[in-house]
Every structure is written in C-alpha cells, then in structure tokens.
C-alpha cells in the first residue's frame, strides 16, 4: 500500500552561483525548498518506508543554462528550467519502480535567472510564483512525469495546479 512521504523525508541541496536571485527574492531558499518538497510529497508513490529522497537545485543564468541546453538537448539557446534525472528508469510518474532503495537521489534542476524573471514580466505573473511554478515542474520531471503527449500534458499540469494551489499559488495555465 502506497503512502505519502514527508516533508523530513526530502534533503534540497541549493546552489546560488547567481546573486540575483538573492536580490530579486531574499528568502529565495525558503521558497525553493518548499515548493520541492510541495511537489514531492503529493507526486511520490511508494511502500518503501523510511526511504530518504534528495534532489539538488541550482539556481544559476542564462549563461550557464544556455550551455547545458546546447550540450544535453541540443538547443543553443537558454530555457527557463532543465531536468536531470538521476536514474531515470526508476520512476514512472511519481511511481518508484524499485522498493528495495533506501536512500533516493532524484537528479538535479537549473533554473536561469534572466529567463524565469523575463518570463514572470511577460505573463504578469510574480516572479516567485513563477519561480515555484518551475520548480514544482522540474520536480515532476525528476519523478518521470511529462508532458510528451496530451494524456501526460493533462496529467501533469492537474498535478502542477493541485500542487500550486497548496502554495496559494494561482493556476499558471489560465489565460488571464
């Protein structure tokens, strides 16, 4: 039987290479962390009890972002957040694929400054609920959510409203 995990059961890592998240919003960790965690907590399927994930987030530039991108997908431009899963196989959609691990590590995120906060501007939208609306997306990825097709675009976006609302975070997908 499949039971949610907790807060206590997710390490963050955060990485700040860039100050001007630091600037922009000064309690920045505080809002990264628990937007993961939000995201994790109501994603994650599994029995295993007492497992422990970890998940690592560096919020960086466009710079370096621009530089993964081109290197990992191909795309020489920069993208608001990148994904990489640790051991892909292992999750279907929040599902765990293997119960015999113990300690989890989900992958890492980046996220580039100068596109999230010109992102928020161009959607009239907060900067920090953008920024959450990103890392609870970037979380779902590590869990083999996607959003390939209708179907997983559907479900995932269900699961990044639900998630959001829990943060007093308005449905980004509404057209204002």
């Avoid at 290479?17 to 994790?40: D, M």
Wanted: charged share 25%.
């Amino acid at each position: 039987m499949t039971k949610p995990i907790r807060k206590s059961d997710i390490s963050v890592s955060l990485q700040q290479p860039c100050a001007a998240w630091k600037t922009a919003l000064p309690n920045v960790r505080h809002v990264v962390e628990r937007a993961a965690a939000s995201a994790l907590v109501r994603a994650v399927q599994t029995d295993k009890a007492g497992a422990h994930f970890y998940l690592t987030i560096r919020l960086s530039d466009d710079a370096e972002v621009q530089a993964l991108n081109g290197q990992f997908r191909g795309k020489e431009k920069p993208t608001n957040v990148l994904s990489f899963p640790f051991a892909p196989r292992l999750w279907r959609e929040g599902k765990l694929m293997q119960q015999e691990v113990q300690s989890i590590t989900l992958g890492d995120m980046i996220l580039a400054y100068e596109t999230v906060a010109q992102e928020a501007g161009e959607q009239g939208k907060t900067f920090m609920a953008h920024l959450q609306h990103l890392v609870v997306h970037g979380a779902l990825h590590l869990l083999g959510f996607d959003h390939e097709d209708d179907a997983q675009a559907e479900r995932m976006e269900a699961l990044e409203i639900e998630v959001l609302a829990r943060l007093g975070v308005e449905n980004p997908y509404e057209i204002r």
